[in-house]
Antibody, heavy 121, light 110 residues
């Protein structure tokens, strides 16, 4: 079945980097864009950026400019999101989400299970 | 702009209808027909329930409907059921390949 499986929970020190993976299965990986969305505890969803899994084009929210890197490995059907210079406020669940085909850019039809990233001082 | 504006909470009794609003600007909600709505139960990933303003993905109940007028989009849930109790988020395209979410609305079924 179509699914996105993310890597496990992470605990990082302030100032470190974290890299979250998102492995796709059940569909052609390069046919669908992949987005990253995070949610701090008890807070709203926050869009981070996306990657065109076909050609590697990326776009990030201005909020994360310079700190976030989104990549993909087409041979492994896996997308990655790396966030650097971590601070306490980056503690959140990080989701990958697939954009559907033939629909608006913000129509995410399949979501990963989420990866909890905890930043400690 | 940090987030689209949604009411923090709404409530309704079983069988009733409720509407959740999502207000943006002419640069996002008002400028494109790309508004999506997501339902999120506690501890779960969000689920797409409406895309492109008023379209329902396959498998989503027709009790959920979406619309838009000017800079405000709306999600209506009719025939409210206990399992509809969840958080609801709107999302809009902002141009330049970027996306914005709303602040979220907690729906309580009384």
């Amino acid at each position: 079945q179509v699914q996105l499986v993310q890597s496990g929970a992470e605990v990082k020190k302030s100032g470190a980097s974290v890299k979250v993976s998102c492995k796709a299965s059940g569909y052609t990986f390069t046919s669908y864009a992949m987005h990253w969305v995070r949610q701090a505890p008890g807070q709203r969803l926050e869009w981070m950026g996306w990657i065109n899994t076909g050609d590697g084009y990326t776009k990030h929210s201005q909020k994360f400019q310079g700190r976030v890197t989104i990549t993909r490995d087409t041979s492994a059907s896996t997308a990655y999101m790396e966030l650097s210079s971590l601070r306490y406020e980056d503690t959140a669940v990080y989701y990958c989400a697939r954009r559907g085909i033939g629909v608006g850019i913000n129509a995410f039809d399949i979501w990963g299970q989420g990866t909890m990233v905890t930043v400690s001082s | 702009q940090s987030a689209l504006t949604q009411p923090a909470s709404v409530s309704g009794s079983p069988g009733q209808s409720i509407t959740i609003s999502c207000t943006g600007t002419s640069s996002d909600v008002g400028g494109y027909n790309y508004v999506s709505w997501y339902q999120q139960h506690p501890g779960k990933a969000p689920k797409l329930i409406i895309y492109d303003v008023s379209n329902r993905p396959s498998g989503v109940s027709n009790r959920f409907s979406g619309s838009k007028s000017g800079n405000t989009a709306s999600l209506t849930i009719s025939g409210l059921q206990a399992e509809d109790e969840a958080d609801y988020y709107c999302s809009s395209y902002m141009g330049s390949s970027t996306v914005i979410f709303g602040g979220g609305t907690k729906l309580t079924v009384l």
